[in-house]
């Protein structure tokens, strides 16, 4: 019988190694990201977010037709049942958002009436805002909100999660940081999804997968655990005494560094300046942006990290009202855009994934029976 050969030794993490061809997007340590090709600034200076989402989707930008017809589709099927809100209210005021979420998508895999695999993804990504904006006050007994058919995608999300007039200004911010949440290459959460979808399992079933990786704090958390910090620490003056505390502590600081980015992360970049010019048109006090700006100073000079997208969409997020319990389930909203192209991309050329372990258990054991065991 000839033997298997060695399994192949790879870092813990799997850092630094591709596990996959993608054209859907690519990172770089340099501080670039790209969507299908095109620099995310151009993108955030130029694009809206239905025509970024289609691009991510098909690999192409859409024409005017195909836009507007894909924008009326994700109107189309935006619209939740009670069923659905009533299992989101069954789950009682202390759920955890990302799990009303969750639930949700599952039992939208039961009862959605979409036949075929496109409207199935469409009517995810339609429901998904949905979803999210009504993850936190449902189950606490509030009424839904629900989506206004003559509204772009982003700023419908917005007058959902919250009853703060946005300025026209503030509106662009909010479709632009959706933007940069739309898709990030082979992160926790869009690997999962590729997981699941290796198995042929339908799209809710990989989606439900992708949000219980998105809820812990190294991933889709962050936001909200960012946004706690800079609300603790309330003066700029005191950012390189709460680090050296952290440091100390051994106290994770929320919203710095990343796999990829060791200079700088593009996204928070863009996002740092959203924050400064919303707060600069308000006028008066712009405590926050220098509550993450001396934040980010001392963090680079005591550790060369860099903040991530997390770390300035929290703050800008927090200036237009949104509850903090909320910030993760608008990640899910974007990002179930990115999860559906990995979702495609990995059926349409599909190979189980199932990778080897090294045991390092122990072997030969004997049965003992349970009279003979020792304590």
């Keep these: 019988m000839k033997d298997a050969p060695d399994p192949v030794k790879l870092p813990k993490g799997l850092a630094g190694v591709s596990v996959t061809d993608t054209r859907i997007s690519k990172s770089d340590p340099d501080g670039s990201l790209l969507y299908r090709g095109y620099p995310i600034l151009e993108l ?29 589709g994700l109107r189309e099927r935006a619209e939740v049942g009670p069923k659905v809100f009533g299992i989101m ?34 009517s995810l990504e339609a429901k998904m805002s949905v979803l999210a904006a009504n993850s936190h006050r449902v189950p606490r007994g509030d009424s839904p909100r629900t989506p206004k058919k003559d509204l772009r995608f982003s700023d419908n999300l917005l007058q959902m999660l919250t009853t ?17 949440y739309l898709e990030h ?4 959460s869009s690997f999962t ?28 958390g962050a936001n909200e655990a960012a946004m706690g910090m800079l609300l603790d620490l309330k003066e700029p003056a005191k950012a390189g005494e709460f ?39 308000r006028g008066g006090d712009d405590t926050l942006y220098q509550l993450c700006d001396s934040l980010e100073a001392e963090m680079w000079r005591a550790k060369r990290i860099p903040p991530n997208l997390d770390f300035y969409a929290a703050p800008i997020f927090y200036s237009l009202g949104i509850e903090v319990p909320l910030y993760t389930p608008i990640f899910a909203a974007s990002r179930i855009f990115g999860w559906m192209a990995h979702y495609n991309e990995q059926v349409g050329d599909n190979k189980l994934i199932r990778p080897d372990s090294t045991y390092v258990g122990r072997s030969g054991l004997k049965y003992v029976p349970i009279e003979e065991r020792e304590p």
């Design 193 to 220: 999804v590729r997981v699941v979808a290796s198995t042929l399992a339908d799209p809710y079933a990989a989606a439900s997968a992708g949000l219980a990786s998105l809820k812990g704090p190294l991933h889709g």
């Design 185 to 188: 290459d082979l992160n926790a």
């Design 243 to 281: 680090l050296r505390a952290a440091f100390k502590e051994g106290r994770k600081v929320m919203g710095f560094g990343h796999r990829v980015y060791k200079q700088f992360d593009p996204r928070a970049r863009i996002c740092k300046e959203y924050l400064w010019e919303i707060l600069n048109r």
């Design 44 to 72: 955030a200076t130029k694009a809206g977010f239905e025509e970024t989402a289609y691009l991510v989707l098909t690999g192409k930008l859409p024409t005017r037709s195909k836009l507007e017809s894909f924008t009326e």
């Design 164 to 180: 703060k007039e946005a300025t026209e200004y503030e509106r662009r911010v909010f479709e632009r940081v959706m933007m940069l």
């Design 89 to 122: 209210r069954e789950l009682g005021q202390d759920a955890n958002p990302i799990d009303v979420i969750r639930t949700a998508v599952s039992a939208l895999g039961s009862i959605d009436a979409e036949k075929d695999l496109p409207g199935k993804q469409m």
